[in-house]
C-alpha cells in the first residue's frame, strides 16, 4: 500500500522561504510529483522528482530522498498569489500510471 | 493545443436525473482519467482510460458510468446520484500509462446533487 503524510496548514510572510514537507511509504518508487491547486481550480504541475537532489525551477525547488522517503517543496519570495493548495503525489507504479495524492497542505501567504 | 477542457463548469442536478459530463484533450494523450475531490481533500481516482479501454475501476458506483467515444473525448454519465456525490469532478490526461507522465488537469467540473 502507500501512505502520503503532509502538514495540514501553513502560513507565512510575503517575501519569505517555505519549506513544505511530504514523507511518503509505498510498495514501489516511481517518482514524486507536486501540484500547486489554487481553491476551486485544477491542480497544475510543479515538479517531477525521480532521482535524490534537489531540482530548482525559479522561485520553486523540490528535494527528493528516497532512502528517507522524504520529499520537500521549497518556495522562495513569496507572493500572495502563492496561497494554494501545494498536492505531493506518488505513482502508484506497475503497469498503471495511477497517481495518488497526499492530502496537500493549504498555505496562506500574509502581508 | 496544451489543455484539458471540462464542461459543463458548473452542474446542479436532483437526484432523479440524468446528466453527463464530458472532458476533451487534443495533445494525444492515450490515458484519461476522472478525480473526484471534495473540499479541502485531495483528488480521488475514479476511472482509468488506457488507449481508449476502461483500466481502472477504483469500485465506484454504478451511478457514475464512465464512457471514451474516442482518444479525445471522455464523458462520465450521471445517474440518480445521492447529495453526498456533490463534489469537483476533475479530469485529466497523460501521454501513457507504462511509466510515469504528469498528469495535465482540466479545471473541474463543480457538480451539486439536491
Known amino acids: 500500500g502507500q501512505n502520503i503524510d503532509q502538514p495540514t496548514e501553513m502560513t507565512a510572510t510575503e517575501g519569505a522561504i517555505v519549506q513544505i514537507n511530504c514523507t511518503y511509504q509505498?510498495?514501489?518508487?516511481?517518482?514524486l510529483f507536486w501540484y500547486q491547486q489554487h481553491a476551486g481550480e485544477a491542480p497544475t504541475f510543479l515538479s517531477y522528482?525521480?532521482?535524490?537532489g534537489l531540482e530548482e525551477k525559479g522561485r520553486f525547488s523540490s528535494f527528493l530522498s528516497r532512502s528517507k522517503g522524504y520529499s520537500y517543496l521549497l518556495l522562495k519570495e513569496l507572493q500572495m498569489k502563492d496561497s494554494a493548495s501545494y498536492l505531493c503525489?506518488?505513482?502508484?507504479?506497475?503497469?498503471?500510471?495511477?497517481?495518488?495524492f497526499g492530502t496537500g497542505t493549504l498555505l496562506a501567504v500574509q502581508p | 493545443d496544451t489543455e484539458v477542457t471540462q464542461t459543463p463548469k458548473h452542474l446542479v442536478m436532483g437526484m432523479t436525473n440524468k446528466k453527463s459530463l464530458k472532458c476533451e484533450q487534443h495533445?494525444?494523450?492515450?490515458?484519461m482519467y476522472w478525480y473526484k475531490q471534495k473540499a479541502k481533500k485531495p483528488p480521488e481516482l475514479m476511472f482509468v482510460?488506457?488507449?481508449?479501454?476502461?483500466?481502472i475501476n477504483e469500485s465506484v458506483p454504478s451511478r457514475f458510468s464512465p464512457e471514451c467515444p474516442n482518444s479525445s473525448l471522455l464523458n462520465l454519465h450521471l445517474h440518480a446520484l445521492q447529495p453526498e456525490d456533490s463534489a469537483l469532478y476533475l479530469c485529466?490526461?497523460?501521454?501513457?500509462?507504462?511509466?510515469?507522465?504528469?498528469?495535465?488537469f482540466g479545471s473541474g467540473t463543480r457538480l451539486t446533487v439536491v
Open positions: 482510460y488506457s488507449y481508449e479501454k476502461l483500466s
Open positions: 495533445m494525444g494523450h492515450r490515458a
Open positions: 509505498t510498495s514501489g518508487f516511481n517518482g
Open positions: 485529466a490526461s497523460s501521454q501513457g500509462v507504462e511509466g510515469n507522465y504528469g498528469y495535465t
Open positions: 503525489a506518488v505513482p502508484h507504479g506497475g503497469a498503471t500510471n495511477k497517481l495518488i
Open positions: 522528482n525521480v532521482l535524490d
